[in-house]
């Protein structure tokens, strides 16, 4: 194209960025220097301020503290020097300071320190609870437990509860952690009650739960006798025989409460109660404890065998009878065992 004196024609601009665009564009490039300066500063003050420690150190940040509490922290249990260049770097890093109980250690400078923070790379705990134990019992470790907050109103039903390695972080609640013990059982009951052997005297999964729990109660310190021991049982409802489980009876009269501490007497065997087995035919109403897998498994799996009595053989173990004879004899031996 030519003008009309023949001259060319400036070349013209398809679409030329508004003026907004190139306002912004002028601001960008004139804030890069300082960005890249602030990246250029980061790792160098975390060089330039080494942390305070010479061993490791266990911080505890509690829920909403601010940057400038956490660095205030760090500072009081000997972590960092400089606060104010702790709180430098988390204003220019990307993220939130997370809650949680973080382990520090000497080899960390402030940028590994905030990463840590900002991920929630917090310490890991275990909440072991062993298979038995009654969810009263239970209760009393969690309450106990200063890690935890919160508190847990009343106990769980019984049974409820599935004994197992639970990881948490400090802090976590107790009730929470109740509910995640309750979810595991009930869906390792379903589990299990669908693959169940068939015509057990067992009608409901609680049945099954709570055979389990008297199952572990009689076998804690042999769990390879689970099996023998769930099979004595049934065979005993089949005939009609009362189970006599000295478990049920403690449970009776601790409620679940605490330990009995002392031997079961011949009056308690006829303490009158639902859970008493010796008074009472076939299964009690509730379980007596949070049974295990295992124990949960021999109920619903049991050995089959012709065995009616077992009593303890002194080695932690026990001896089965099909008869009250032989079980007579097992009994004297065991009490011989009893004198000093």
């Known amino acids: 194209m030519t003008l009309s004196d023949g001259a060319p024609a400036p070349p013209t601009i398809e679409n030329p960025p508004p003026p907004s665009q190139r306002k912004v564009g002028r601001i960008a490039l004139f804030l890069l220097p300082f960005v890249g300066l602030v990246l250029f500063l980061i790792p160098l003050f975390a060089v330039m301020c080494p942390n305070a420690m010479t061993e490791d150190k266990i911080v505890i940040i509690p829920r909403g503290a601010s940057a400038r509490d956490i660095a205030v922290s760090l500072q009081n249990n000997g972590v960092i020097t400089s606060p104010f260049t702790f709180r430098f770097i988390a204003r220019v890093m990307p993220g939130t300071l997370q809650a949680g109980e973080y382990e520090f250690t000497p080899e960390q400078n402030m940028v590994d320190m905030i990463l840590m923070l900002r991920e929630g790379r917090a310490i890991v705990r275990r909440f072991t609870v062993a298979e038995g134990l009654t ?5 009393s470790l969690l309450r106990n437990d200063p890690t935890f907050s919160g508190d847990i109103p009343a106990a769980p039903p019984e049974g409820s509860l ?3 390695t639970y990881h948490y972080s400090y802090g976590d609640t107790r009730a929470g952690i109740i509910e995640r013990m309750q979810k595991d059982q009930r869906s390792l009951l379903n589990d299990m009650w669908a693959g169940r052997d068939q015509n057990l005297p067992l009608k409901t999964p609680l049945d099954a739960l709570i055979m389990a729990s008297i199952i572990e109660k009689e076998t804690g310190r042999k769990p390879e006798e689970r099996p023998r021991v769930a099979g004595v049982f ?10 006599q489980s000295d478990p049920t009876v403690i449970y009776a009269i601790t409620n679940g409460q605490s330990p009995l501490n002392r031997e079961l007497t011949h009056e308690d065997l006829a303490f009158s ?3 008493n087995t010796y008074v009472n035919t076939g299964l009690p109403p509730k379980p007596i404890c949070n049974p295990g897998r295992a124990s949960i498994e021999a109920a619903l799996h049991p050995e089959m065998n012709e065995f009616l009595y077992f009593v303890a053989d002194g080695t932690g173990g026990h001896a089965f ?3 009250l004879t032989q079980h007579n004899q097992n009994v004297a031996r065991w009490l011989s065992l009893q004198k000093p």
């Open 135 to 139: 969810s009263q019992e239970i209760v």
């Open 162 to 164: 599935l004994p197992e």
């Open 234 to 243: 049934y065979n005993r409802l089949k005939q009609g025989m009362r189970l």
């Open 273 to 275: 109660s639902p859970y």
């Open 321 to 323: 009878a099909k008869d």
